[in-house]
């Protein structure tokens, strides 16, 4: 699976340009891969030695401009896994 945090998320204006720690139900999941490189330099290098991506994960926090490859194994449940940003 594939996540994004960027402006062309469905109309949903200024909200994609700041951080969204994004939440899995019913699943844990490891992080492959983060891209950093859609991201202002400066804030990656501020935060990039405060982030763990090792071992089992339900959130992940998404810099606007970042993009997250994860991978997650789904037992027992069969449909529809629902995800959504834990920001008010």
């Not at 951080?19 to 935060?47: C, K, T, Y």
Request: charged fraction near 20%; proline fraction near 3%.
């Amino acid at each position: 699976m594939m996540n994004r945090n960027t402006d062309d998320c469905g109309g949903m204006g200024q909200m994609m340009q700041m951080p969204h720690p994004i939440h899995l139900h019913l699943v844990q999941f490891n992080i492959l891969e983060r891209d950093s490189s859609g991201m202002d330099r400066a804030i990656w290098d501020s935060i990039k030695d405060g982030l763990i991506d090792g071992g089992w994960q339900d959130t992940v926090l998404l810099m606007p401009g970042m993009k997250i490859r994860i991978i997650m194994h789904f037992e027992n449940y069969k449909g529809l896994f629902l995800y959504h940003c834990h920001n008010l």
